[in-house]
């Protein structure tokens, strides 16, 4: 059996995507707007301090509103499975007002 020169380039590039060293890594701490259905709009920090902004007082269900719509990227970026907990699957969020 001969060996073609291309399932070495094709081994090198597997290896170094497994290693991480081909791409980077997706972040996983950001800041990003939210804005709620109850009018209010907030600066939330994702997986980082809470950003520079006025304080906020958020009742349960805003909380959770605030939690699941700042986290949306994340979850685009884990994909339909990651282990637990990480930065993807268990974030921190931190918000602010924008106003």
């Not at 701490?29 to 709620?36: A, F, G, I």
């Not at 994702?46 to 349960?60: F, I, K, R």
């Not at 637990?84 to 974030?91: F, K």
Request: hydrophobic share 40%; glycine share 8%.
């Amino acid at each position: 059996m001969k060996f073609h020169p291309m399932y070495a380039i094709f081994a090198c590039a597997a290896a170094l995507w497994s290693t991480g060293s081909f791409a980077a890594a997706p972040q996983s701490s950001y800041s990003t707007e939210v804005h709620l259905s109850s009018g209010k709009d907030l600066i939330c920090g994702v997986n980082q301090a809470a950003p520079a902004g006025g304080a906020v007082s958020l009742t349960a269900g805003e909380q959770a509103q605030a939690d699941v719509l700042a986290t949306q990227r994340l979850r685009l970026l884990s994909g339909p499975s990651s282990p637990y907990p990480s930065a993807y699957t268990a974030p921190t969020v931190a918000c602010a007002s924008m106003s």
